[in-house]
């Protein structure tokens, strides 16, 4: 059984789901008819999942403050933690893994609030599969991409011709919602307030990060790195189909934050 057909099972046998919805969906939805097509499906609640980011920044934040010269690598990419483990193992110890990825830090405040529900994350990502498999199988994520959510949306046949009006998150947060782009993490979580430029290397793209990690490992000066695997972030996510260039899907995260800064500040 994949995940579509997972997926499918869980909402014909009834199975209470929350839903835990991606900053970068603004590139593949629109909102509010997103929230209104996933409760329409039968998710019981719909979570933003910037409301996770905003717990990884505070954690990211307090591990750097704890300790002067501690130096971190960021671990919320799933895809980077796993190249960081096949061909990097001596950098393992850098990696910032007690601060949770959004994705799991969201899967905890589901599990607080919506005990009865299983978390259901929708985004761009097939890494994030092994991460809730491998990693936190206890939190027991069924990950989707956002290809997969068509899919299943096809199945009940679920479509764009809905009332989406009064369709909103259960719990959405503002601050983090240009998390899915390259910078997203340092720029949000305030790091610049704690670290000095010259301490902060921020890189995306596969074919862009080993020299920053060399880098790293010669500059005992660089104290955190932010990393995405994907280039230009989660934006360009391989679970998203879409035409759009990077430039349009930027524009689509910061009209998005724009126009929801006043609905949920
Ligand atoms: S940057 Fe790419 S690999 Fe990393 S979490 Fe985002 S979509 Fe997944």
New binding site residues.
């Given amino acids: 059984m994949n995940d579509i057909e997972r997926c499918i099972a869980l909402f014909e046998s009834k199975a209470p789901l929350v839903a835990l919805l991606a900053p970068s969906f603004p590139v593949c939805y629109s909102y509010p008819l997103i929230v209104a097509r996933l409760k329409k499906l039968g998710f019981k609640a719909v979570i933003e999942v910037s409301a996770g980011a905003v717990k990884t920044n505070e954690q990211v934040a307090a591990l750097l403050k704890k300790n002067p010269t501690a130096r971190y690598i960021s671990s ?5 933690v796993r190249m960081v483990r096949k061909s990097y193992p001596q950098l393992v110890p850098f990696l910032a893994f007690a601060a949770d990825s959004p994705m799991i830090a969201t899967a905890r405040i589901a599990k607080e609030k919506y005990p009865d529900c299983q978390p259901v994350f929708i985004g ?2 097939f ?2 599969k092994l991460e809730g498999l491998e990693d936190y199988p206890d939190l027991n994520i069924l990950v989707l991409t956002y290809k997969e959510l068509d899919a299943v949306f096809g199945h009940f046949k679920v479509g764009e011709n809905i009332d989406a009006s009064g369709a909103t998150f259960d719990i959405a947060t503002a601050s983090t919602r240009i998390y899915p782009m390259d910078g997203g993490l340092t720029i949000t979580s305030g790091l610049k307030g704690i670290l000095k430029d010259e301490e902060i290397r921020i890189v995306s793209g596969y074919k862009n990060i080993p020299a920053v990690l060399e880098e790293f490992q010669r500059n005992p000066k660089i104290r955190f790195v932010d990393v ?3 280039e230009g ?2 934006i360009n ?1 391989p679970g998203i189909i879409s035409t759009l260039s990077l430039d349009e899907r930027k524009r689509r995260i910061a009209d998005y934050q724009k126009s929801m800064d006043a609905e949920h500040p």
């Fill in positions: 919320p990419c799933a895809g980077f761009p990502c890494a994030k995405l695997f994907c972030g989660c996510g």
